[in-house]
């Protein structure tokens, strides 16, 4: 039994080979299995981070008496969510519907044929309050299968074609057109975001994930609406203080939480995804670079708070990189990459505990804090009571550090490092995702560029030619999604999302480094993921072909991934690709009918975000974005001068745009700052001199459609 999930790339399948429960991973064998021994399956979907995975696996996977019940009237599956996203998504939409809720882990119970007939998330072992014990609902399931088989058909059928609609409507978002400007999008949109920042941060409630995104997409409005740039840029300023301050980051070792359980980002869950790090990257970078301009432009307490943002979006990047660096990177063979997370459990005096390895208990605290509390300003740190593990707090500042106290702070957090050092650090998922790697390279470029740190694009590329050796097949031309220890996972393509992000990731790095064998790569993977736009709807799919079971559930509609989540949208990502090559080869003079055509492929499948804007901003951020990126008036520069200070000064506000930039000596002449020319698809205005001119070119003074109606 063990065998089958002991020689896993999943991390999480390999957790779970000891116990007696006869485990299949995800595929044919398990549900043929199944059918031939007539019981239903129960799929057990989770990932190796997960707080609550755990759990249930120590109370009931561990038990004996349970894997006897499922042994005996079921067949057990255990899915990777992160490994087969699909499978993931579509039984969450079973489970939401079924339920109300969703979260992991996720326990289903299907027929054989994939379709779902009950669905939950974490059963306790024995029952608590309302939610019945795990072995009570395997007797429950198991009877109905016995005596009521009949009915769990019918109900599996009407599941089934509600998961079809659902699916329909989600691709029928992507039909929706607007005449509306997408600049007039954008500034409804911002009016939207700007209305709904909470005053702790955040556009919802807790528990408060980052809506980094959203805060991307922002940060045109601000730089580029000048009529609203200052409501845009506090209300942006509230939520990434609020992120970069509180405990959602790591002060000492670098590196994001996953999300905050509580209204005032004090305390997070304490899983570690290479994914949040990767837009978290790049957000802070990109917020280092254009709050310094929002400073620039103002004066008093407005450009005080922006410079404070910058310095802090600075710190924050920097702790990001040393945390992929030192954290994440899999360097034990020849092919470095990206794990995939860490775990939010580590152990304490022989249990494992949430956030053991973060927290400190009072006794901690004094010894970390006694050299320093003179020099430690009031109200200026905090450690916030963690309610699952009393006695002990979790580290992060209440405040904007002011002048001079940041070296108390920094000695505060080497000595908390000293405390944890002697600790079991938590477990590290070495299963590396193609996607997920990809918006990390592409995030490390942003550092590069924008912060300067030669060291982030030393680290993209090790990973990014790491990436092609293992994960891209030259003969059949397929990106594999997952591999583990150098070798990809078999039988697992990537979705859209892996293709698309690796594509923008490579386009990054030829724009960072001038090599020309990035774009190369770029295009071979775009021309793949052609292949996942259905041809008769011109709908992006995530997945070209998918398994009976998955098409059973969805009753034959694809999935269609339309909305950001935790992840930008796959089709928006595609879009993304498509407009920023089409830009490099306008800049590169090489402007051709296939860039023309992906222009065109890339605002129709970013239309959807126009439409929804004002219903929807944070959920379209990134297709707006890509919106955002076609329709302003200058698509890519050429400058006249290169490495003087107000050429980077150019080069990076265009980079932080989504605007492309090419050396153009001939336009030097004698002029005494940087001489830039202005272009867009294959039309150039005159030259202007300076940033200044440059800005007033950027800017859109018109707020029609801004209302949000």
Avoid at 254 to 264: I, K, L, Q, S, T
Avoid at 609 to 617: D, G, H, I, K, Q
Avoid at 638 to 666: C, F, I, M
Wanted: charged share 20%.
């Amino acid at each position: 039994m063990a065998q089958r999930l002991a020689g896993a790339a999943s991390q999480y399948l390999r957790q779970h080979a000891h116990q007696l429960v006869d485990w299949f991973p995800y595929g044919d064998e398990a549900f043929e299995q199944a059918r031939l021994r007539d019981v239903p399956v129960m799929l057990s979907i989770g990932y190796a981070a997960c707080h609550w995975c755990h759990v249930m696996s120590h109370e009931s996977f561990d038990d004996p008496q349970i894997a006897a019940l499922l042994n005996e009237n079921f067949v057990a599956i255990k899915v990777d969510r992160e490994e087969h996203p699909l499978v993931d998504d579509t039984y969450m939409m079973a489970t939401q519907a079924l339920t109300g809720a969703g979260g992991w882990p996720m326990t289903i119970f299907a027929l054989p044929d994939g379709r779902t007939v009950h669905a939950g998330t974490y059963y306790p072992k024995e029952p608590r309050g309302r939610t019945p014990g795990f072995s009570q609902v395997l007797q429950a399931v198991h009877e109905a299968w016995e005596t009521k088989r009949e009915g769990l058909e019918e109900q599996a059928a009407m599941l089934a074609d509600h998961l079809a609609e659902l699916g329909s409507r989600q691709s029928a978002l992507l039909a929706l057109d607007s005449r509306e400007p997408a600049q007039s999008a954008l500034a409804t949109a911002t009016e939207r975001w700007i209305l709904t920042t909470r005053a702790e941060g955040g556009f919802t409630p807790a528990p408060k994930f980052p809506p980094t995104w959203a805060l991307k997409t922002l940060w045109h409005s601000i730089i580029t609406r000048p009529d609203s740039s200052q409501e845009a840029f506090n209300a942006a300023a509230t939520s990434l203080e609020a992120m970069f301050l509180g405990g959602l980051q790591d002060h000492v070792d670098g590196g994001f939480a996953r999300y905050c359980v509580d209204e005032n980002w004090s305390v997070p869950h304490f899983e570690k995804m290479l994914y949040d790090n990767a837009g978290l990257l790049s957000l802070a970078a990109r917020s280092a670079v254009l709050a310094s301009e929002v400073a620039a432009g103002t004066s008093g307490k407005a450009a005080e708070r922006a410079q404070n943002l910058a310095q802090l979006a600075r710190s924050s990047a920097l702790g990001i990189i040393g945390f992929l660096h030192e954290e994440l990177l899999i360097e034990s063979g020849p092919h470095p990459a990206f794990a995939a997370s860490l775990d939010a459990d580590s152990a304490r005096d022989g249990a494992q505990i949430e956030g053991a390895y973060y927290s400190y208990n009072r006794e901690q605290i004094t010894q970390a804090t006694e050299q320093l509390r003179s020099r430690l300003a009031q109200g200026l740190v905090r450690f916030a009571p963690i309610a699952e593990d009393p006695q002990y707090f979790c580290f992060s500042l209440a405040r904007m550090p002011e002048p001079g106290e940041q070296g108390a702070i920094d000695e505060l957090a080497s000595a908390l490092r000293q405390l944890r050092s002697s600790r079991i650090r938590p477990v590290r998922d070495e299963k590396v995702v193609a996607g997920w790697n990809a918006l990390a390279i592409e995030a490390l470029c942003d550092a590069f560029m924008l912060l300067g740190e030669p060291r982030a694009l030393e680290l993209a590329e090790r990973v990014a030619a790491s990436l092609w050796a293992t994960h891209w097949d030259e003969e059949t031309r397929r990106l594999a999604r997952v591999s583990f220890a150098g070798r990809p996972a078999p039988n697992n393509e990537g979705t859209l999302q892996d293709y698309a992000a690796l594509a923008l990731a490579f386009l990054a790095l030829k724009q960072a480094t001038g090599e020309a064998k990035w774009g190369q790569r770029a295009s071979q993977l775009l021309l793949r993921a052609e292949d996942f736009v259905d041809p008769a709807t011109g709908v992006p799919r995530d997945a070209i072909q998918v398994d009976a079971r998955i098409a059973a559930q969805r009753s034959d509609v694809a999935a269609v991934s339309v909305l950001d989540d935790a992840l930008p949208a796959a089709g928006a990502l595609y879009a993304k690709a498509l407009a920023l090559r089409a830009m490099q080869g306008m800049a590169e003079g090489n402007y051709s009918k296939n860039h023309a055509a992906g222009l065109e492929t890339a605002r129709a499948l970013s239309a959807h975000a126009v439409a929804l804007a004002s219903e929807a901003a944070t959920q379209v951020a990134t297709a707006l974005e890509v919106q955002s990126i076609i329709s302003a008036p200058v698509h890519y520069l050429a400058l006249g001068s290169w490495d003087t200070a107000e050429a980077q000064r150019v080069r990076k506000l265009a980079w932080a745009l989504g605007v492309n930039v090419h050396y153009a000596p001939e336009l030097a002449g004698e002029a005494a700052g940087v001489r830039i020319q202005p272009c867009r698809e294959e039309l150039c205005q005159m030259p202007v001199e300076g940033f200044g001119k440059l800005m007033d070119l950027l800017q859109i003074n018109d707020r029609a459609g801004g209302s949000g109606n």
